[in-house]
Nanobody, 114 residues
């Protein structure tokens, strides 16, 4: 079993930006796809973005045009660039891959507040 470690969260004002990093314990090249999820207080975890091994991306309507997912096999990381952040983006953010369906990291907290 592997591990997924998310980092880069923090407190940011509305309209600000953050870049999250996902660092799996195995080469990202072995995963067909890596996805980003988030879970806000009192809400279910939702999938918001993902990227395939061929760098094909997808986004939920709630983040399309504001978030960008990318991958870099060099440092073996997957990123989520978040721009134009809104208070409703406040959540714990997780990365996940169906190659390891039962593995979830600790997540990283993102708080958007003035």
């Amino acid at each position: 079993q592997g591990t997924l470690v998310e980092s880069g969260g923090g407190l940011v004002q509305p309209g600000g930006s953050l870049r999250l990093t996902c660092a799996p314990s195995a080469s990202i090249s072995m995963f067909y796809r890596v996805d980003w999820y988030r879970q806000a207080p009192g809400k279910q975890r939702e999938e918001i973005a993902g990227i395939t091994r061929e760098s094909v991306t997808h986004y939920s309507d709630s983040v399309k045009g504001r978030f960008t997912v990318s991958r870099d096999p060099g440092p073996n990381e997957v990123y989520l660039q978040m721009d134009s952040l809104k208070p409703e983006d406040t959540a714990v953010y997780y990365c996940h891959t169906n190659s390891w369906p039962n593995i979830w990291g600790q997540g990283t907290q993102v708080t958007v507040s003035s």
